[in-house]
């Protein structure tokens, strides 16, 4: 697919690697979520469950890129407390509700498919980025809908809380499109009213779409059309005003990015075949992220 240059206004705030090696070192303090973990005893990561291929259900367990960052995490943070007895709950969230539980303690991590962007870091904080994505359209092969002009009098499916909300409106509004806007829970249920008919399109992040039709039943039934309506960067998220922990986990994500391991696991998850189908999304690295590795940024989009 065709990439897109990085945009200048999103250009890159290095973090240096002095900072990122501190998460080793800082005792836990009261107030912070190094605190609650080892009050409790317990670290609460949350998943998603059709962000494929950052965080989704194998069946009943929780699998993906940003999964396999959330452990790696949870190994920082039992290292670091010196508790390997930390218990690890998994949550399930959606787009609408992972910053409501987030904020109010009932998830202490959450890694997916999260865009990092200035209105949410009004209430959240965000890791160093690790994918750039930008809004397309899935559609059946044979539908006729080959870009955004094709959407007049059809129906278009957006996830509920997803940025995507506001581009694919706004872009409706712009350009006159008389176009009907449906809402979804979340993407498998979008994917489904593409798939049963209830929807012509659904507008979404590129790499979730290209994700759900490497998992549906008829992949070539199948296309993402369109050019990306914008750039984002996913970070993983934190409670907002907790440094301490930032720092715990800029640093194991900054690691994995210095010493190769987080290119190892984007193969895995992007090159190769994975469950449940084992098929291939086939998505090399794009140039943004490329940039990423080479000076670590947890810029948001604007």
């Not at 008829?218 to 301490?244: N, S």
Request: aromatic letters at 6%; charged letters at 20%.
């Amino acid at each position: 697919m065709k990439r897109f240059p990085f945009p200048a206004r999103r250009a890159l705030r290095p973090l240096t690697l002095s900072v990122l090696a501190a998460a080793v070192v800082l005792p836990a303090q009261a107030g912070d979520t190094l605190a609650k973990i080892a009050s409790t005893g317990k670290i609460t990561v949350a998943y998603r469950e059709s962000s494929v291929p950052f965080s989704y259900l194998d069946g009943t367990r929780p699998v993906g890129l940003t999964m396999d960052m959330s452990n790696a995490i949870v190994a920082a943070v039992r290292k670091q407390l010196k508790r390997p007895d930390i218990k690890v709950e998994m949550q399930a969230v959606t787009s609408q509700n992972r910053i409501p539980l987030l904020t109010n303690g009932t998830i202490d991590l959450e890694c997916g498919s999260t865009t990092n962007n200035s209105a949410r870091a009004k209430e959240v904080d965000f890791a160093i980025n690790h994918f750039y994505t930008g809004t397309r359209l899935a559609v059946k092969a044979r539908s006729g809908i080959h870009g955004y002009a094709d959407l007049k009098g059809k129906v278009v499916a957006v996830t509920t809380g997803t940025t995507n909300v506001q581009v694919m409106r706004k872009y409706l509004v712009d350009h006159h499109l008389d176009a009907k806007m449906v809402m979804a829970k979340d993407h498998a249920d979008a994917f489904l009213m593409v798939e049963t008919g209830r929807a012509d399109a659904f507008a979404m992040d590129d790499v979730l779409l290209f994700g759900l039709i490497a998992n549906s039943r008829t992949p070539h039934d199948y296309a993402v059309v369109g050019t990306p309506l914008q750039v984002e960067p996913y970070a993983c998220m934190l409670r907002k005003d907790d440094p301490r922990f930032k720092t715990l986990v800029d640093g194991t994500i900054g690691h994995m990015m210095k010493s190769g391991e987080f290119t190892r696991l984007y193969t895995r998850w992007f090159m190769q075949p994975i469950p449940p189908r084992n098929v291939r999304i086939n998505m090399p690295m794009g140039p943004q992220l490329k940039a990423n590795l080479r000076n670590l940024s947890d810029r948001p989009a604007t």
